[in-house]
């Protein structure tokens, strides 16, 4: 067992029988996980084949005509493991201080389930806020949703590098999700926080609307390259592809086109194994008031073609293990004056906005 530093958190490397990059995995049966969890044991096998390739059915395309384009997917940038093969990184400490928000959240506490469009700003009991306000926070959100019934969701997006103003944070994400109001959540993006400029990835999930915690509460570690709480700082302005797929009873996560960990289907006792929901989005959380200051995105509105791109927003279909995109996205944006967003092509937005 070796140790190293990373992004300010204690790394450990844990021997686990990991693959390189690439490599076929072994048979399932001599392959297992093995999860511990409210004193229940859950044995999880591993993906044999890599993550959900993207996609166009072809009924999409016949309906949209000649002359039109889909943008291709762009190849994963290498970046060299952070443990030798056999070994994965487990963080030690997760995050801490972080509000925890999603752009479903505040549409439920409000009592109604009338979708994300023409939210107006919220009587806060703190600082002045044009967005939502939540647990001492206020929120702004720019993103795209999406409801069908399938098995997740993935998209293709620039890690980015946003100025944080005060306490809070931005970031953008992707979440999944189902259940009662669509409360059952996995969530896989990038995000700087206050006290670090830097951008980081994360997990996160939640249990029927109740939040859990950043990179950790039963999620597991696979890849022994990518982890949560990663610095991603070697990949700003780079796209990523990254989602989540229900797989032997279990929420894997990919990102940057390689299995990165998942969350076993036990943490909802078995009442989460489909998508109903999936969301394409930046936010941002602060408490400076109005304006809020921090920056969503790269700090560029979403009418500029340098803002934030996200594209290929797509769902997961396990049967055919593809993650086919569409162009049937309906668009969000709580305050339109600091963060905004614009269908930009097929599957695809830009969003962003600097918060001033």
């Not at 109604?112 to 702004?140: I, K, N, V, W």
């Not at 489909?274 to 509105?301: C, H, I, K, R, Y």
Request: aromatic share 10%; hydrophobic share 35%.
């Amino acid at each position: 067992m070796g140790a190293l530093a990373a992004s300010g958190a204690l790394v450990t490397a844990v021997s686990l029988a990991v693959l390189a990059p690439g490599a076929m995995a072994a048979p399932a049966s001599a392959r297992s996980a093995v999860i511990v969890h409210r004193g229940k044991v859950t044995c999880t096998r591993r993906p044999k084949i890599q993550p959900p390739p993207l996609g166009v059915l072809k009924a999409v395309l016949a309906r949209r005509g000649a002359g039109q384009t889909v943008q291709a997917a762009v190849p994963a940038i290498t970046i060299k493991p952070v443990c030798p093969v056999g070994e994965i990184p487990v963080v030690r400490a997760l995050r801490k201080g972080l509000p925890n928000g999603n752009p479903d959240q505040a549409r439920l506490a409000r009592g109604h389930d009338q979708g994300l469009a023409g939210r107006g700003p919220q009587a806060p009991a703190g600082p002045p806020c044009d967005g939502t306000f939540e647990d001492g926070y206020c929120y702004y959100w720019a993103g795209a949703t999406d409801s069908r019934t399938d098995q997740g969701g993935g998209h293709t997006m620039t890690i980015e590098k946003p100025v944080v103003v005060g306490a809070g944070h931005a970031l953008e994400e992707l979440s999944v999700q189902a259940g009662k109001s669509d409360g059952n959540i996995v969530e896989i993006g990038s995000s700087v926080s206050s006290g670090d400029p830097d951008p980081e990835l994360f997990v996160f999930h939640w249990l029927n609307w109740n939040p859990t915690c950043y990179d950790g509460c039963g999620y597991q570690q696979y890849s022994n390259t990518y982890y949560p709480g990663m610095d991603l700082s070697p990949l700003v302005g780079h796209q990523v592809y990254d989602g989540y797929v229900f797989y032997q009873g279990s929420w894997w996560a990919w990102f940057n086109d390689q299995w990165l960990g998942y969350f076993p289907g036990s943490l909802w006792d078995g009442q989460f194994q489909a998508s109903q929901q999936v969301q394409w989005f930046g936010e941002v959380a602060t408490n400076n008031g109005v304006p809020p200051f921090t920056q969503m995105g790269d700090g560029l509105f979403a009418s500029s073609p340098h803002a934030a791109p996200m594209s290929t927003l797509c769902d997961v279909n396990a049967a055919a293990w593809r993650c086919f995109y569409y162009d049937q996205q309906s668009l969000y944006q709580t305050g339109p004056k600091f963060y905004t967003v614009a269908h930009t092509g097929f599957g695809a937005i830009r969003l962003g906005g600097p918060g001033s």
